[in-house]
């Protein structure tokens, strides 16, 4: 299957710091990535969707100047949080979807542990 | 939005045994697709299978298959001859024919040697 990258794998911050995080489909072209927070033990919560060329649609409840959005290519979406708090720990996760098919499945990234400390 | 639903939290299954996951979901789509993805703790996301509404079929992939009652909105798998790497989080996933996926809960599946 397709392979997305997701980079870091894990990261440490100090409270107020910003983070970047970042999602690259690495055979594929993704016209649309999605960004996930997942609590230990819970299901995905769809953050945002991010579209290649245009601004990010952030889910209800999610502060769009908090968490940064910018897909500047077909390949390469990245996730800004910005003066990170400890509130902010949790696990991200990236998926794309390739283009074609309405049916194509998303491939996930590896997930990024933020700590913020 | 669509709703999907994994009424078991936690299962178990005795290696080589079968066990069944369920999944439910509310649509009023008529097409759409159907995915259950399996999470280790490695926590990377797995695709196990895929379903397409309009296919009567259910899909099966090696030991994995799912049981697929359109009009009943559920969409159950069953894996086979369990084996110890099939412990994991398996969430069950919609997708209409935009971009959106709506996951379940998740089900832990444990599987004891």
């Known amino acids: 299957g397709a392979v997305v990258s997701q980079h870091p794998s894990w990261v440490i911050c100090k409270s107020g710091t910003s983070v970047k995080i970042e999602c690259r489909s690495l055979?594929?072209?993704?016209?649309?990535m999605f960004w996930y927070r997942q609590f230990p033990k819970q299901s995905l919560m769809l953050m945002a969707t991010?579209?290649?060329?245009?601004?990010?649609?952030?889910e209800q409840g999610v502060e769009k100047d908090k968490f940064l959005i910018n897909h500047a290519s077909l390949t390469l979406s990245t996730l800004t949080v910005t003066s990170a708090h400890p509130e902010d720990s949790s696990f991200y996760i990236c998926?794309?979807?390739?283009?074609?098919?309405?049916?194509?499945?998303?491939?996930f990234g590896q997930g990024t542990r933020l700590t913020v400390v | 939005a669509q709703t999907v639903t994994q009424s078991q939290p936690e299962m178990s299954v005795q290696e080589a045994e079968t066990v069944t996951l369920s999944c439910t979901y509310d649509?009023?789509?008529?097409?759409?697709?159907l995915f259950w993805y399996k999470q280790p703790p490695s926590r990377q996301m797995i695709l196990v299978i895929r379903?397409?509404?309009?296919?009567?079929q259910n899909a099966t992939e090696n030991r994995f298959s799912v049981n697929f009652q359109k009009a009943a909105k559920s969409f159950s798998l069953k894996i086979s001859d369990s084996q110890l790497g099939d412990a994991a989080m398996y969430f069950c996933?919609?997708?209409?024919?935009?971009?959106?996926?709506?996951f379940g809960t998740g089900t832990s599946l444990t599987v004891i040697p």
């Open positions: 991010s579209n290649e060329g245009s601004k990010a649609t952030y």
């Open positions: 996933a919609y997708k209409d024919t935009g971009n959106q996926f709506y």
């Open positions: 998926s794309a979807r390739a283009l074609g098919a309405p049916g194509t499945e998303a491939f």
């Open positions: 379903q397409e509404a309009y296919k009567q």
């Open positions: 055979d594929f072209q993704a016209t649309t």
């Open positions: 649509t009023s789509e008529s097409d759409y697709y």
